[in-house]
């Protein structure tokens, strides 16, 4: 019993990094219908500005810039020719992948690099230490921040209406191009955020992301499409199943039954956790 | 009908008579292996790009083939006693999944029959429920990850991250020596161009046809009275057949099997090779297989790093300016030449 | 032939068939009309198995069709097309009849190439005026021709029950024509349903018809009687005037 509790705070933070990985994929997934391999690159270049800063509260916004600025240049410079060709854009968003992961190994050396963390984040109360209590704070402020982003806020509702019916919207004069720019910069900021969470608990090395992004990816799907709601039920339960998975079985089958597991779910739930109904055909 | 086999016709001289006396043996083993990924790249060529399933496991498939193949070797040279990365890692008695691999004809046939178990158990559940697209990639891809963690993890069954190696002998040939090399090359030659054949009659087929319908509008495809999710799954299973006998191949070829040479991104690479060779015509799916295969080899042998930003660069300017490959080139230039 | 029974279909709380009863005969050529948002596609999309209903019970030939696949429903006999026609570009004419045709077979003896023309496709050739155009890509086909190629595809399945959605909407006066001439030969030996909002094409084409309002059955019966009758008129005056008057 005090196993499956002393666990809880591991399984919560991984939760936490996931949620912030996979929201920024659920709305540029959900706007764009846009698979960005890139993504994962976005988490190393937040830890890497961690690295460089040495900074926990200076990291945090420079982080969300650099790696938003990244993503906004990706989004501008080659997905936007891509659009309506998802599974093209995957394979072109991994060379970008490759690309920036051999920069990182150049510019930083391939061994991993550690951050200190900053002292008053050391302890903890009771079996909940500090780092992995700041992570989780991290990514509900970063839930909170986009649900009021998107409910709150003009340029937010725009947002939606992008999202819900990309070619009315632009027909009642909003400019879709323009909020994919902005969809693009807080997705990947968020990335960028999930790197700098990621120093508390690890090292950081310039295949970081990869580590990441399939999980991130199987939260996107599991949580359905576009969904805020159903991204942060899938990542609470993918992150929580997949550390007692490694608790309670091998290490190396945790994995497995996380894929296991979300096949499974797609048997009771195509269309992910929280669907939207299209009559549509296609 | 002679005409139209005439390309085929001259490049299998090529490979089966030219290759083998031009070539040295060093060289030709190499090509031995770009040929063992070709053939991973027909089964890529035939899901993606006929029937729209872009898969990023195919590694899986290609591992389960190779494992199988690998796992009859050791066998085979220790005389059905443990195999020598057992003895370092400690394991006392040989497992029982490992027992039955020691006789060759299982060991093949569960190199291609896993492979299309799996797809077929995977496809049936993800395609009944009309998982498609990106969703299918992602899952395909998530697969592959979970893979090598796995393997490397069960050390005493697999070898863990060094995987298994020093193979000596193939049916009592020495693996070492060039003729029997060229046996192999030979063989793995061979068994492309039947399977080359065999799947270009499957595109041209009206299976072929469906596929394409199911690829362009799955939910059309279900209107006219078909089961898309039974197309694909069998399209997909077939695909895991030819990656698992690739994988087979690939073993005694190379000389090593281990979780790198089947994860997330060797996986990747190879439908990277497709989409450079040109995705909707087989010929072009296994013509980039072999020129990848080619200039990894070359540029990772003259600048290592380099070689990742060439890759990357390639990709992306392939995926911009020629998205039907190095095949979507050829035919442009015939048609401008011909108009 | 086919019965529904009380179809109930809500989509997040909105009725878009509010208990529908219907019953069309063996040979029946029944006409289905209605302002936007009537229902009638609804309709055919629960009949061929495209949206579960909440309620009711929908019986064709014999059997029970909610609850079945979509391909199932095809297997059945009953074939449909839709408001904007999918063919398959990439395939010629002939290659999508001939997919078409085929929908019996084992999936394994369809390894084989195609050799020769069967009768149905042939058939469906003739009918459809598609003839000419067999060997083109399908994606060279205008409009008119896609309408034709997708009825000649349900054709060639030889399926008892028709059901066709709006296949006149956007076609010129020729187009029309001749589309209401392939719907009367076809009506000679099969059950047909047609979806259609052309007032005109009504007039020339249609014996039966059932009006839907709101997810209901407003009136069923001839033309004449149909267009005479005050809720009709008062419903399509109501919404869309045009429609009503006619062209």
Redesign the interface.
């Known amino acids: 019993m005090t196993a499956v509790v002393n666990q809880l705070p591991i399984g919560l933070s991984i939760a936490a990094v996931l949620l912030l990985v996979a929201l920024g994929l659920t709305v540029t997934f959900g706007q764009m219908g846009v698979i960005n391999m890139a993504h994962g690159e976005f988490i190393m270049a937040g830890a890497y500005t961690a690295f460089l800063l040495g900074d926990l509260l200076l990291a945090l916004p420079a982080a969300f810039v650099v790696a938003g600025l990244m993503g906004l240049a990706l989004e501008r410079g080659a997905i936007r020719h891509f659009y309506g060709r998802p599974l093209d854009t995957l394979l072109l968003t991994w060379g970008v992948s490759l690309v920036l992961q051999q920069l990182a190994r150049d510019l930083f050396g391939a061994p991993n690099v550690q951050v200190p963390a900053p002292s008053w984040l050391s302890g903890g109360i009771g079996i909940l230490p500090y780092n992995r209590l700041f992570i989780m704070a991290l990514a509900v402020a970063g839930v909170a921040g986009i649900w009021l982003y998107l409910t709150r806020t003009r340029l937010g509702r725009r947002t939606q209406a992008v999202v819900q019916n990309r070619r009315l919207a632009a027909t009642s004069g909003i400019d879709p191009g323009r909020v994919d720019m902005l969809t693009f910069f807080i997705g990947s900021g968020l990335a960028g955020l999930a790197g700098v969470a990621l120093t508390l608990i690890g090292p950081v090395g310039p295949a970081l992301g990869t580590y990441y992004i399939v999980d991130a990816f199987l939260v996107v799907v599991a949580g359905g499409l576009g969904q805020l709601r159903g991204a942060v039920l899938a990542a609470v339960g993918l992150g929580l199943l997949n550390s007692y998975a490694e608790f309670w079985s091998d290490a190396s089958l945790a994995k497995v039954l996380v894929f296991a597991a979300v096949i499974g779910f797609l048997q009771v739930r195509p269309q992910g956790l929280v669907a939207l109904r299209s009559r549509a055909l296609t | 009908m002679i005409k139209r086999n005439l390309p085929f016709a001259a490049i299998a001289v090529i490979a089966l008579v030219a290759a083998p006396l031009l070539l040295e043996p060093f060289r030709l083993s190499l090509l031995a292996k770009y040929l063992c990924y070709a053939i991973v790249a027909l089964g890529i060529g035939l899901a993606w790009g006929q029937g729209g399933m872009l898969t990023l496991g195919q590694g899986v498939f290609f591992g389960l083939g190779g494992y199988a193949m690998a796992m009859y070797l050791k066998l085979s040279e220790s005389g059905g006693g443990l195999p020598d990365f057992m003895v370092w890692s400690g394991v006392e008695e040989l497992p029982a999944l490992w027992a039955p691999f020691a006789n060759p004809v299982f060991a093949l046939t569960m190199a291609v029959a896993g492979p299309v178990l799996l797809a077929v158990v995977l496809g049936t559940l993800v395609f009944r429920q009309r998982v498609r697209g990106a969703y299918f990639a992602i899952l395909t891809q998530a697969l592959a990850a979970a893979m090598v963690i796995l393997l490397v993890g069960q050390q005493g069954l697999t070898g863990g991250t060094n995987g298994m190696t020093n193979f000596f002998e193939l049916f009592g040939a020495d693996l070492a020596d060039d003729s029997t090399q060229r046996v192999l090359y030979l063989v793995v030659a061979g068994v492309l161009g039947v399977l080359y054949l065999a799947t270009r009659q499957l595109v041209n087929s009206r299976f072929g046809r469906l596929l394409v319908a199911v690829r362009d509008g799955e939910d059309r495809v279900r209107f006219l009275g078909y089961d898309p999710a039974l197309v694909k799954t069998v399209t997909f299973a077939v695909s895991a057949g030819l990656a698992g006998l690739a994988g087979a191949l690939f073993v005694p070829v190379v000389g090593i099997i281990s979780p790198a040479l089947l994860g997330v991104v060797p996986s990747l690479e190879l439908v990277v090779a497709v989409a450079v060779g040109g995705r909707q015509v087989l010929a072009g799916a296994v013509l980039g297989a072999v020129v990848m295969g080619y200039a990894q080899t070359t540029f990772s042998e003259q600048f290592a790093n380099g070689w990742l930003y060439l890759q990357g660069a390639l990709f992306i300017l392939v995926m911009t300016l020629a998205p039907k490959g190095i095949a979507g080139i050829l035919g442009r230039l015939r048609r401008a030449r011909t108009a | 032939m086919l019965e529904l029974r009380d179809v109930r279909v809500v989509?997040?709380g909105f009725h878009a068939l509010d208990g529908v009863d219907l019953t069309v005969a063996d040979g029946e050529l029944r006409f289905l009309i209605g302002p936007n948002g009537a229902g009638k596609t609804t309709l055919i999309d629960v009949i061929?198995g495209?949206t579960r209903p909440a309620a009711g019970r929908v019986r064709f030939g014999g059997y029970d069709l909610v609850g079945r696949?979509?391909?199932q429903i095809?297997?059945l006999g009953v074939?449909?097309t839709?408001q904007t026609s999918?063919v398959?570009?990439?395939?010629t004419v002939l290659?999508n009849l001939?997919?078409?045709a085929?929908?019996?077979k084992p999936?394994w003896s369809?390894?084989?190439?195609?050799r020769g023309v069967s009768d149905a496709v042939a058939e469906a050739l003739a009918r459809t005026g598609l003839e000419p155009l067999a060997g083109r890509s399908a994606g060279v086909l205008s409009h008119g021709q896609r309408q034709w190629l997708e009825i000649g595809?349900l054709l060639a399945?030889r399926p008892r029950l028709l059901l066709l959605d709006e296949p006149v909407a956007g076609m010129s006066k020729d187009e029309r024509d001749r589309t209401g001439q392939l719907l009367t030969e076809i009506a000679d030996d099969h059950t047909v349903i047609v979806v259609e909002h052309d007032m005109e094409f009504l007039r020339r084409h249609a014996s039966a018809v059932t009006v839907l309002h709101e997810g209901r059955v407003l009136v069923e019966g001839s033309v004449e009687q149909v267009s005479a009758d005050p809720r009709v008129q008062e419903v399509y005056l109501g919404r869309r005037p045009s429609d009503a008057v006619g062209k």
């Open positions: 989509f997040d061929t495209l696949k979509e391909h095809v297997r074939g449909r839709f999918v398959f570009e990439e395939l290659e001939d997919l078409a085929c929908f019996r999936l369809l390894a084989g190439r195609r595809m399945q």
